[in-house]
């Protein structure tokens, strides 16, 4: 597999659907070539390019994540355990198990699937003091820790508000839900999962004067009419074709 | 007998000839503008340049040149045609909110309802319709021979090739 598609695989697909971006641009943002082969027909198309990068809280295509992976920045490995099926999408109601906020519901604010990770509204914080001196007393900043997944995070059943494990099963219509296993609730995907960049549902978006409107895209105005296109445009154009072109034979 | 001697003397030779016989390495490295001597390639870079040398840039002609003059002929200049787009209400960019559009495939069995279905459907109710169902006042669709059809198939306009 070419490394461009490997690059590119490494980003996770929620964090592909919440940036509304396309993957060529994102793999554009993310790439650092150090050294190409100069185009010469003499030379073999070779790069010389960043490989492994540290995924932390930022986007793939922000500066703050170009600066976590600046030339040159080696960092150890971070082993993320592989889930088959992703289960926690922005907006859902979640139980925090560790930390100090043991026990508190919030919602997810960010997915980082890359991690593993899931960040709560407003619970697992880490206070900051920024510019403490002896005359300044500092500024203090609040702001949420990542959360692990599989071990520290459980979703909570809205039927009872407690924190159940979950499954996915298939409903009698075929339609892939999540179950509560405790009291066999389905869970529904929130409203927020659909969220990304440019719209928090696509039923919201602000259109600008650039946008085609629905009533304009979905107009039909097609009319049947037993003309090909080059007879159409002979009438439209009013070219008259008066020639009786010769008989020919095929034998 | 006569004996004969062979004496063979050992010599050591020294070439005269380059050791790469001419051929130099430039696979590696990148040189531009080697060809010419010195002075040539001095010469390209002022007024007293070869004017023939690079005489075609690989632009389209407008006309084409007498001697010295050069006739400009109008028809050879291209003519870009853009459509009059005064009212044209698609933009370039779909909203999000616009639902998915799924057509389903035109047939010709759509065409044929949509041309002709009218008429028969009119003309069975109002019992214009013949014994073998041949309509008895007939549109100038409906009144096509075979051989006028195949005339208009070999006309300009048609897609029968």
Partial sequence: MRLSVVLCNKVADLTKQYSNLPESYIKRAMEQVYWR????????????????????????????FQAENQRGTIRKKVFVEPIREWSYFKGDRVEVLVGQDKGKQGIISQVIQERNWVIVEGLNCELKVYGKSKDFPGVYLKSEQPLLVTNEVALVDPSDLKSSAIEW?????????????????????????????D?????TYKESERDTKASEATEITFEPALKTFEMDIMECMGIQEDRVPAKTFWY | MAV??????????????????????????????????????????????????????????????????????????PELIV?????????????????????????????FDAVYSDKIVNDFKNGKLGENGEPLEPSPKEQLTPEEAYVQARKTGTDIF
């Fill in chain 1, 37 to 64: 082969t100069p185009a010469a027909p003499q030379y073999l198309r070779r790069e010389i390019k960043r490989k492994k990068y540290y995924f932390g809280v930022h986007r793939p295509w922000t500066a703050e």
């Fill in chain 1, 199 to 203: 719209y928090k549902t696509k039923a």
């Fill in chain 1, 169 to 197: 099963r298939y409903t009698e219509a075929g339609q892939k839900v999540r179950v509560s296993v405790r009291t066999g609730r389905i869970v529904p995907i929130p409203k927020g999962a659909e969220e990304t960049y």
């Fill in chain 2, 83 to 111: 459509p009059d787009l005064t009212g044209f209400k698609l933009k370039p960019y779909v909203s999000y909110r616009v639902p998915e559009v799924v057509q389903s495939e035109f047939t010709p069995k759509d065409l």
């Fill in chain 2, 4 to 77: 004969s001697r062979i004496t063979l003397q050992h010599c050591r030779c020294i070439s005269t000839s380059v050791a790469c016989c001419g051929k130099r390495n430039f696979r590696k490295f990148l040189i531009y503008n080697k060809r010419g001597t010195k002075l040539f390639r001095e010469k390209q870079t002022t007024k007293d340049r070869d004017p023939e040398l690079f005489h075609d840039l690989g632009v389209k002609p407008v006309g084409y040149g007498i001697g010295e003059t050069f006739v400009e002929v109008p028809e050879m200049i």
